[in-house]
């Protein structure tokens, strides 16, 4: 069985074609039955998120949720990915974390194709987690995306990341006001961040949890 770890999921799927992977993959007819949520001791959870081709091969992605791991250093969310041939053999175990980036980043990027404005130059990225710098690498694949700016709740966290894309040191407000392309990558209780953003003139908004 083929065993793919973090960087070799990335190292085996570049953007570009990730994308491209997606739109065709849309097309096809796909069983995803509803994720299945297992309470976990601890306040954690499982996650368990099946999905099947019409030939019967497929794949099953299992998450723990884990709150307090935060306060260890520790990822929130670890995941792993057992592909399945259309026998029922599993065939390849994969690092699920890497994969989601790399498939969530790639998502928005290609509805984006379809639902943004075509002269959306400037995204701003609302998040500073783990999926921050996927989602500049993938909209800045598909559109004229010249400035990629992130925001966040926790600035020690959005500083590095802004100066990793060479943006400025600027907040959320300041990129609202005036930009076309808003993504929100963050899981938060409160929805009307969100719900103001999408009131906003001549803004395209994407909303990711």
């Known amino acids: 069985m083929l065993v793919l770890d973090a960087e070799a999921v990335r190292a085996r799927a570049p953007m570009p074609a990730m994308i491209a992977c997606l739109r065709e993959a849309f097309r096809r007819q796909t069983v995803a039955h509803p994720r299945q949520i297992v309470d976990l001791p601890g306040e954690r959870s499982l996650l368990v998120m099946p999905a099947f081709d019409a030939r019967g091969a497929g794949a099953v992605k299992l998450a723990t949720v884990s709150p307090g791991n935060a306060a260890k250093g520790l990822p929130t969310v670890q995941a792993a990915i057992i592909a399945f041939s259309e026998t029922g053999t599993p065939i390849a175990l994969l690092d699920g974390a890497s994969v989601t980036q790399l498939r969530t980043a790639a998502a928005s990027a290609l509805a984006s194709q379809y639902l ?94």
């Open 116 to 209: 943004s404005r075509e002269d959306s130059a400037h995204l701003v990225v609302i998040g500073t987690g783990g999926l921050a710098p996927y989602m500049g690498a993938a909209h800045c694949t598909v559109g004229p995306i010249s400035r990629v700016s992130v925001c966040g709740r926790r600035q020690e966290r959005a500083v590095p990341e802004r100066r990793a894309h060479g943006c400025r040191d600027v907040g959320a407000e300041h990129h609202i006001r005036r930009q076309i392309l808003i993504f929100c990558s963050q899981a938060v209780s409160d929805p009307r961040p969100h719900r103001r953003a999408s009131r906003l003139i001549g803004a395209s908004v994407h909303h990711q949890t």
